[in-house]
DNA sequence: TTTGATGCAAAATATTTGCAGGATA
DNA sequence: TATCCTGCAAATATTTTGCATCAAA
């Protein structure tokens, strides 16, 4: 149970979140690191992490946990769902509505206590599938 | 483009499998490790993540991408969902029916053909509910 | 001023891999 | 017997953390 403390808005923070924001795709901290060197040369990879960690703790960011090596992070912090494309790793949000009570569902046949849910599609993305028809096979 | 080799079972494989099927948590690769520690005490880490991997592979079980951390594993390779516990970060199934057409739906909103998709729900589990709920306040 | 945040480097985690000897089909 | 697999250890990859200094409020 940590309380939390007092938050300043240090330009490293504000970057980070503008770079986030200015993107659609979903950067792995290393890219958010990469984006951020541009304004920021010397800023380190350690504040990077802190930072997208400060920024999801107060729900100013999504961190999907997509694929399986790194974190990924989303400047959209409504709730939405991906989809991954399994040729290349790409992830794109899918706009559609939760399936009615799911939430609900759920808690009718477990013993936790709901508090959320992530759903991710896989599928193969429309530059993967054109590869595929034109013959070139990938993998 | 791999092609599948020849695979062998041996001890080892033989052994993870039936200590992964023991169980209805879902182990993390070093759980299985102490698992199978107790039958091969000289196994090593490599060959239980190898195996891991060769298992998932073929299908015969799932690879679960929970929390963040770590892999997850599970015997059984059946479609279901999960929930994982935002405090301890334990993963049980939910035994639900998959929402109507979800897939369909997400094939309407993105370009991307739609191969499968994964549901997974935060939560607290019964035993840090009731530690909360006891005072004992965690983290 | 106070104290949260940064940069740097080292540490901690988690997973992968090279290699020589061993076991399975 | 061929070659897949193992144990061991070193290497990667990713994320976290200690600490002295800096800067936001």
Chains 1, 2 share one sequence.
Not at 53 to 60: A, F
Not at 97 to 104: C, T
Request: positive net charge; charged residues 30%.
């Amino acid at each position: 149970m940590e309380l939390h403390q007092q938050r300043r808005m240090t330009r490293q923070r504000r970057v980070i979140l503008e770079e986030l924001a200015k993107v659609t795709s979903h950067p792995s901290a290393d890219e958010v690191y990469a984006m951020v060197r541009r304004r920021i040369p010397r800023i380190s990879m350690g504040t990077v992490y802190r930072n997208l960690d400060v920024l999801w703790e107060s729900g100013t960011i999504q961190k999907l946990v997509s694929g399986g090596s790194q974190m990924r992070f989303d400047a959209n912090a409504a709730v939405h769902y991906h989809v991954r494309c399994v040729r290349c790793g790409r992830v794109d949000d899918v706009a559609m509505d939760p399936p009615a009570r799911i939430e609900e569902r759920a808690a009718n046949v477990t013993k936790y206590k709901i508090l959320g849910h992530s759903l991710e599609f896989a599928g193969v993305c429309p530059a993967c599938k054109k590869r595929e028809a034109t013959g070139q096979g990938t993998d």
